[in-house]
């Protein structure tokens, strides 16, 4: 027999049996869209957090207050209490590392934003004017918060586009007065709309000085210290600077100073493991769908072995009758493969219409691997029924021994 008719024999016994085909065919389309479409959301959420990342720039180092490690004793500081990050540590930064174009010290809290009748809670962020230039915010009106001495704040207010729609409604909130908890602000700008952002919704925020922000939750530290460099700025170098100026200040190492491309790397890396797993996880189904055609394959042997028989009595090959077994096998795995290929992209594009803020999309290797994948499963699955098959009598065969 020449190859094209081990093929044809192959593709005839499975269009025979087309119902058994079929069920063999569905356990590898849920298996290939089931690692289709969990590394896609892998994938997505790994482009989902570069992008909120890259919407902030990447040369910016963050410096909170505490040490994150574990020591095993007593934290450092007298009585085990760490050292304030202050305002002077923010302009002492700024003023002693030539690398830094703004050190901005930030303070968060969340307070009761009323105007008139209308009130709602809100975070509040206490920072500087060039918080807008380092987060990219946009003005819908208004100006943002003043250029003003870092330790004096004025009593303005730039509201989120959500806060000043639910205070204001259409109306122009620009020189209003509203209250903050007991303080009286007046609002000076209105942010465009955002939407999130690393987990905190800008539309939702309140944005005042950060003097103003510290008296107002009563603090004498601020939440961070976000240090914007100049570009090119060797980081490593820098944030070995903030460590010596800081202990110099505040006579140990109470605090934590990051770079934004370390904190991106660290979840790309966890969000890469993680999608690796999940798929592995999803491929076991594609194993489960290899078994179910081994058993099919089987049954398929028994049911023909006078047609296996009557092939070997006109002259086929032991590795003929295996090879037709084999390529029936990887038929079937092929063609769910690439049925699943079909449904899970279109799970994906359902999923990208659904959340069109997520940009899923499966990787090029997740789709090559479950293309090699189903046909190696009908392959590496599909040799015992055809070995049995290769070593059936012809006689016996035909004897429906």
Not at 303 to 313: I, M, N, T
Request: hydrophobic content about 50%.
């Amino acid at each position: 027999m020449s190859p094209r008719d081990l093929v044809g024999f192959a593709f005839a016994a499975v269009l025979q049996n087309r119902r058994r085909s079929a069920l063999s065919l569905l356990g590898v389309v849920i298996g290939v869209v089931a690692v289709l479409s969990l590394t896609a959301i892998g994938e997505g959420a790994l482009r989902y957090v570069t992008n909120q990342f890259a919407s902030l720039g990447s040369s910016i180092i963050n410096v909170s207050p505490g040490k994150n490690e574990t020591t095993g004793g007593m934290p450092h500081g007298i009585g085990g209490v760490p050292n304030d990050l202050t305002l002077r540590d923010a302009m002492v930064l700024e003023r002693r590392i030539p690398s830094v174009r703004a050190a901005i010290p930030v303070s968060i809290s969340t307070e009761t934003v009323s105007f008139r009748e209308r009130a709602r809670r809100a975070p509040i962020v206490g920072a500087t004017r060039e918080f807008e230039r380092l987060q990219r915010l946009d003005l819908a009106m208004g100006s943002f918060l003043p250029e003003s001495e870092i330790d004096r704040g004025a009593a303005v207010v730039v509201l989120g586009h959500k806060v000043a729609r639910e205070l204001f409604d259409e109306a122009n909130p620009l020189g209003n007065a509203i209250r903050i908890g007991s303080w009286r602000m007046r609002v000076i700008g209105v942010l465009q709309e955002r939407g999130q952002q690393l987990g905190l919704d800008v539309d939702e925020v309140a944005f005042i000085p950060v003097a103003s922000g510290m008296r107002m939750a009563n603090k004498s530290s601020v939440s961070r210290i976000m240090l914007e460099l100049w570009p090119r700025s060797d980081q490593d170098r820098v944030i070995e600077r903030v460590k010596e100026l800081l202990i110099e200040r505040h006579d140990e190492e109470d605090f934590t100073c990051v770079s934004q491309d370390a904190v991106l790397e660290s979840l790309s890396s966890i969000l890469g493991i993680l999608t690796l797993v999940v798929a592995g996880i999803a491929s076991i189904s594609l194993a489960v769908a290899g078994i179910g055609i081994m058993n099919v394959m089987l049954v398929s042997v028994s049911e023909r072995r006078d047609e296996v028989g009557l092939l070997k009595a006109l002259g086929a090959s032991r590795r003929q009758i295996l090879t037709i077994f084999l390529l029936e096998a990887a038929l079937l795995s092929s063609a769910g493969g690439l049925l699943g290929l079909v449904v899970g992209t279109a799970l994906v594009y359902v999923g990208n219409l659904t959340y069109p803020a997520v940009d899923i999309v499966a990787p090029l290797w997740a789709v090559g691997a479950v293309v090699a994948l189903s046909l190696g499963v009908g392959i590496v699955f599909g040799v015992l029924p055809a070995w049995r098959a290769s070593r059936l009598d012809p006689v016996a065969a035909l004897q429906g021994n």
